[in-house]
């Protein structure tokens, strides 16, 4: 059987290793339009802080293990421009040598990921001014860095602008985000991002929100930023507006796609087109609390997709169970968290909740170390279903989006979150934990 598989990163290359593990005969091409296979994103903020030493310990699997361990034919600078689905046939470009290629396949994965979105702003094009996705552009923002750039400008808000900014202040640098939300984290519901901005103020950082960019200036090199409001210095400027599935290589009349180009998949990571398969940022999340396809690029439903991807594509039938929507962050000494669905979320979906924000504990108050603990826990009104936590500390809050996550998956009531057996001692908990409390308050 010859597999090919477009990207060589989470999805991609979880998925290969599924097929080499599974099919003897297999004969897998990668192909991958960068020069490194299988790298951590997620490290990239730690990388450009210092924390990460070298770009190497984000390399999971290198080609070379690929290709020499596991025998799987891995392509760098290939990059697939068109699919055609009845002849089964990927076209591309080496971009090393600018030679088209034409390859066959019997199963094909996309696993294109997701780019940067530059938007259209004027003098985008100027030096300085970066997106972070890659390891060679985090090695491009060290490396401006070294060009007397004090002042940095984020564009963006959300969790990659965040834990970059973060980076650049451990960084020593003077960093400024711009958003055009009221407020940063704007996933969260507010509560929870005014603790994002407190400790963002806190460290220093100059918050301007409400405000759109509307052009980049200066000579060769970004100088200024300006928006509909006012204008900034800036010797450096990282735009983390959020990404876009890359799926320019598939004809959407025939591909089913959300409006966003992610390629909608069915619990065996199918395509409708025969042998056609997605996984991770290129593709759909089934979310289990929206009882829907949804969007949400990241690294744990990469993994997941792209392994249950290369099992179907050699025959073992295993579904993808969906996500529940949790995720977390570090911003300076704030741990920030959430699991299903916000108030904002909620209320999208029409959904008739309760919606309750209090300051819990970590752990016993009379124990050292103490840290208050806010939640926003949202549940059904009429069904009782538990539905979303939100949450922000200095200490124990991945433990509870964790738990919470758990309940999700498995569709507890508030009730049933009230009776869990969760592990108690005062170094760790209250008696009552803080998602139980929660629990309690609701009539
Ligand atoms: C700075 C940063 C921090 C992050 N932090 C977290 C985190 O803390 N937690 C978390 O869960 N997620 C995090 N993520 C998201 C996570 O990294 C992604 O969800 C994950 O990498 C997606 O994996 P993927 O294989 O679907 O896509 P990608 O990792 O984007 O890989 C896709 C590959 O396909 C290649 N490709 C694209 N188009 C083509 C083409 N036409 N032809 C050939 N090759 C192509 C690309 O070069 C790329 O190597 C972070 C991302 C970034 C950028």
Sequence with gaps: MNYVIIGGDAAGMSAAMQIVRRDKEARVTTLEMGGIYSYAQCGLPYYIGGLTPDSESLIARSRDTFEEEYGIDARVYHQVTEIDPDSKTVRGTNLKTDEPFELSYDKCLIATGAAPVMPPIEGKELDGIHTLKTIPDAERILEDMKANV??????????????????????????????????LGSGYDKEISAEIEKEAKRMGIEVCTGQTVERFSGDGRVSEVVTDQDSYRADMVVVAAGVTPNTGMIDRSRVHTLDNGAIIVNAYMETNMPDLYAAGDCATQYHRIKEKNDYQPLGTHANKQGRIAGMNMCGAAQAFQGIVGTSIMKFFDLTVGKTGLGEQE???????????????????????????????????????????????????????????????????????????????APPYNGVWDPLQQASRRVK
């Design 150 to 183: 004090l002042n940095v400008t984020i564009i963006g808000g959300g969790y990659i602008g965040l834990e970059l900014a973060e980076n650049l202040v451990e960084k020593k640098k003077k960093v400024r985000i711009i958003d055009h939300a009221d407020r």
């Design 346 to 424: 909620a209320d999208e979906m029409n959904f008739t909740c309760d919606c309750d924000a209090f300051e819990g504990h970590s752990h016993a108050g009379y124990y050292p170390d103490n840290e208050p603990l806010l939640l926003k826990v949202v549940s059904h009104k009429v069904t009782g279903h538990f539905l979303g936590l939100q949450a922000v500390g200095r200490r124990g809050v991945d433990k509870r989006i964790d738990v919470a996550a758990t309940a999700l998956y498995h569709r507890m009531t508030m009730s049933d979150i009230e009776n869990l057996d969760l592990s108690y």
